[in-house]
């Protein structure tokens, strides 16, 4: 059975992504990473508290087949371009480097729909360097899903987020990729990529998703 570590298992789609994990028989163990505690409690579950700049606290973990990366803030939260860069580039480079460096063969992380290094929107070039800087790290393979926007329960969605999400629902299969993703589907086909990786490096768009599942 697999080893897999996942880092982000208390956000939308991590949460989501970790149930499934500890449901998978294909997955004997699974070491969830984080800067807090989760409540949810399993026998194939390992929690350890990490300050993601610094990989010490990786070195006593059983080597991992796959890491699994759902890191994310949004600027809001994160309050300054240097905050988010630190998060959503720094903390997903780290966990990436400390996973290969025990063993992993595969890397699968959530980034975002239009992400492109070479973007004038700074969300969608961080999360274009990213992707970049993980496929070169060195993994035999490497996934890259980019969601549009999440369709999953979100304790702390606003008014507006809550209204457009009801509109790009209406629009349907007129929206094309970017239709809401739904986080069942991501996080199932994050999981499927995780069994089975092929070699190379991926990018997983929405409309490609399903496909997976």
């Known amino acids: 059975m697999a080893t897999a570590w996942l880092a982000g298992g208390s ?22 990473a984080g800067r807090r505690t989760l409540s949810q409690e399993h026998p194939k579950l390992i929690q350890v508290l990490v300050d993601f700049q610094n990989s010490i606290a990786f070195d006593a973990l059983d080597a ?4 699994l990366c759902c ?3 949004t600027m809001r939260k994160a309050g300054s371009r240097e905050a988010f860069r630190k998060v959503d580039f720094g903390a997903v480079l780290a966990f990436a480097q400390a996973a290969l460096g025990k063993g992993a063969r595969a890397f699968v992380h959530v980034s975002a729909l239009g992400a492109n290094p070479g973007s004038r929107i700074f969300y ?15 993994y035999t393979s490497v996934y890259a899903f980019r969601p549009s926007m999440l369709d999953g329960v979100r304790e702390e969605r606003r008014l507006g987020e809550r ?11 007129l929206l094309g990729k970017y239709r809401p993703t739904s ?13 089975s990786p092929a070699p190379g490096s991926h990018v ?5 998703m399903g496909v997976m599942t």
């Open 11 to 32: 956000g939308l789609v991590g949460g989501v992504l970790l149930r499934r994990l500890l449901q998978d028989e294909f997955f004997g163990k699974v070491v969830s």
């Open 64 to 67: 991992p087949d796959v890491a």
């Open 71 to 73: 890191l994310g803030t």
């Open 124 to 138: 969608s070039s961080v999360k274009g360097q990213i992707e970049e800087a993980v496929a070169r790290l060195g």
């Open 163 to 173: 209204i457009g999400l009801a509109m790009m629902r209406a629009g349907g299969p």
């Open 183 to 195: 986080v069942e589907a991501l996080a199932q086909a994050m999981m499927l990529a995780a069994k």
């Open 204 to 208: 997983v768009e929405p409309d490609s």
